[in-house]
């Protein structure tokens, strides 16, 4: 069992706004590691969506942002479209494991 | 271009160990840590460790301590993750990704992954 939680699935229609929560603790994002989001096609690797909390690599559309507060962090998805539906998962380090952990994952349905 | 090319699909015995490939091209092998990760079907992504090319130094997840070795052979750019003793359990596809660090420098526990592989499936089954 992982020890950062999402929410299994979010939903909306084309162009609303949708967020995944990813709730962690005092040994992972509340001790301040940096947390990372990553979106997950059916069939295909993950790709890298958000790094260090808040930056968007090359490429990515500015649709996705994220945010960090306490012990926990939030993807949101603007504009919401329909290739946006897919598997989204955080990524933080927890040094009570002394390793990389990934959150539960959420998939996301446009309607 | 940058990428990661990974070995073909494998089945195994229970019991059995596997060892998988993990080539690296357009990009200095040297530089950057190289990840393992792994999805079994229809689940989400576990780490399971990571490799040093430089030095070949590893840190390995807790849950796999003693069943799995990452090497590296830096005259032909690849990497290498072999899981030993095999269960049902290890039915998966097994990623290797290369680390992202942060623009001001690579910190403790800071990795995101940035360039991934295409993925090996390995199945366990007697």
């Known amino acids: 069992q992982s020890v950062l939680t999402q929410p299994p699935s979010v939903s909306g229609a084309p162009g609303q706004r949708v967020t995944i929560s990813c709730t962690g603790s005092?040994?992972?994002?509340?001790?301040?590691?940096?947390v990372h989001w990553y979106q997950q096609l059916p069939g295909t690797a993950p790709k890298l969506l958000i790094s260090?909390?808040?930056n968007r690599p090359s490429g990515v559309p500015d649709r996705f942002s994220g945010s960090k507060s306490g012990t926990s962090a939030s993807l949101a998805i603007t504009g919401l479209q329909a290739e946006d539906e897919a598997d989204y998962y955080c990524?933080?380090?927890?040094?009570?494991?002394?390793?990389?952990?990934f959150g539960t994952g959420t998939k996301v349905a446009v309607l | 271009q940058v990428q990661l090319v990974q070995s073909g699909a494998e089945v195994k015995e229970p019991g059995a160990s596997v060892k998988l490939s993990c080539k690296a091209s357009g990009f200095s092998f040297t530089t950057d840590f190289m990840h393992w990760v792994r999805q079994a079907p229809g689940q989400g992504l576990e780490w399971m460790g990571l490799i040093n090319p430089n030095d070949g130094n590893t840190m390995y997840a807790q849950k796999l301590q003693g069943r799995v070795t990452m090497t590296r052979d830096t005259s032909t750019s690849t990497f290498y993750m072999e899981l030993s003793t095999l269960r049902s359990e290890d039915t998966a596809v097994y990623y290797c990704?290369?680390?992202?660090?942060?623009?001001?420098?690579?910190?403790?526990?800071?990795?995101?992954?940035?360039?991934w592989g295409q993925g090996t499936m390995v199945i366990v089954s007697s």
């Open positions: 990704a290369r680390r992202l660090c942060r623009s001001t420098g690579c910190v403790y526990g800071g990795d995101a992954f940035d360039i």
């Open positions: 005092s040994s992972n994002i509340g001790a301040g590691y940096d």
């Open positions: 990524q933080s380090y927890d040094s009570s494991l002394s390793g990389y952990v």
């Open positions: 260090g909390n808040t």
